[in-house]
């Protein structure tokens, strides 16, 4: 796009005196370690992490790397400039191993599949057959790498692998329309609306049983001042009115993480349902593609395949299919 990175941004915007050892054309072009710190920084999304380095100590005034675990990070400390949705998904994809072989280019299953049985990567492979035909093929990497008595070979060759799972995806499609209406009949039905007014009416007794309760506490200390009831009494009812009043305050809790999880499971299914739809005219099969809407691939010693869709959690996380090859 032309952007200049932060050396260029200084010389040439802010005429600035500035040079950068590791840049020694003057194409001010972005490397790699750059865009990965960018890409993994969650200040775009409005946090703000401290404590990523400290003093070695009070005699040893060196810095030195804090684990991320120990890191000290707020939420939501300034507006966001990045969707948190494409943020996640930003660091689900610098997960992915994206290796790429001699060639350069990267396979659009870079990442994505897996040994069904021993759970590491699979491995690309070229073949050449009788007839001078050069195909690809995936390996399990243990079995390739390590020792045939760890696992088997899991073979599968690239164009297969490509036909079911576009097969796949356009039998997930034909289902899409018909799963789409269901969840609006859902939202908009009787059921979901009884569902709320039964959570409020609910949330609405319990805070009454509180207010109850609290006033039966505030008297507590008038009946023990004026001697109708002893301070074990007191005490002892005070300790019950507490313990009451704690459980009620769980139960609202509790209602109110239901409450939440409904409309998150909601809101994730339709978001399942807008991914699958971008793909409703899918021809071929490209990276974008796959990394949109699936997970992962496990790939099975009998030609089996398993594919674990993103977003399926209150769905059918994974379908299994037999390849026919």
């Known amino acids: 796009m032309g952007i200049l990175n932060p050396t260029g941004y200084k010389k040439k915007k802010l005429n600035q005196n500035y040079n950068n050892a590791m840049i020694i054309q003057e194409d001010y072009s972005w490397c790699p370690s750059t865009i990965r710190n960018i890409l993994k920084n969650d200040i775009y999304i409005g946090n703000i992490t401290q404590g990523k380095r400290r003093v070695k100590s009070y005699k040893v005034h060196k810095l030195e790397q804090v684990p991320e675990s120990e890191w000290i990070t707020v939420e939501n400390m300034h507006d966001s400039i990045i969707d948190k949705e494409l943020f996640e998904k930003a660091q689900a994809l610098r997960k992915v191993d994206t290796r790429v072989q001699n060639s350069g280019k990267l396979s659009i299953w870079a990442g994505i599949l897996k040994c069904a049985d021993c759970g590491h990567a699979m491995h690309k492979k ?82 009454k049983e509180i207010e109850k309760l609290s006033n039966l506490k505030k008297g507590l200390y008038e009946d023990w001042k004026n001697e109708y009831i002893t301070k074990e009494e007191y005490l002892e009812y005070k300790k019950k009115y507490e313990n009451d009043i704690k459980k009620i305050k769980e139960v609202i809790v509790n209602l109110e993480k239901q409450k939440n999880d409904i409309n998150k499971v909601e809101k994730k ?39 674990h869709f993103k977003f399926m959690n209150e769905f059918d996380k994974s379908l299994e299919i037999e390849n026919k090859y």
């Open 126 to 207: 070229y073949c050449r057959n009788a007839k001078g035909r050069v195909y690809e093929y995936y390996i399990c990497g243990t079995y390739r790498k390590k020792s045939n008595k760890l696992c088997t070979k899991h073979t599968l060759k690239v164009e297969e692998l490509e036909e079911v799972v576009l097969e796949t995806i356009k039998l997930h499609l034909e289902f899409l329309i018909d799963t789409e209406k269901l969840l609006e009949q859902i939202n908009k039905s009787n059921n979901k609306k009884l569902v709320n007014e039964n959570m409020k009416n609910i949330k609405n007794i319990k805070e």
């Open 269 to 307: 299914n339709n978001l399942w349902l807008e991914n699958f739809k971008k793909e409703k005219n899918i021809i071929n099969l490209d990276r974008d593609v796959i990394a949109e809407i699936i997970d992962y691939i496990e790939i099975h010693e009998n030609k089996k395949i398993t594919i």
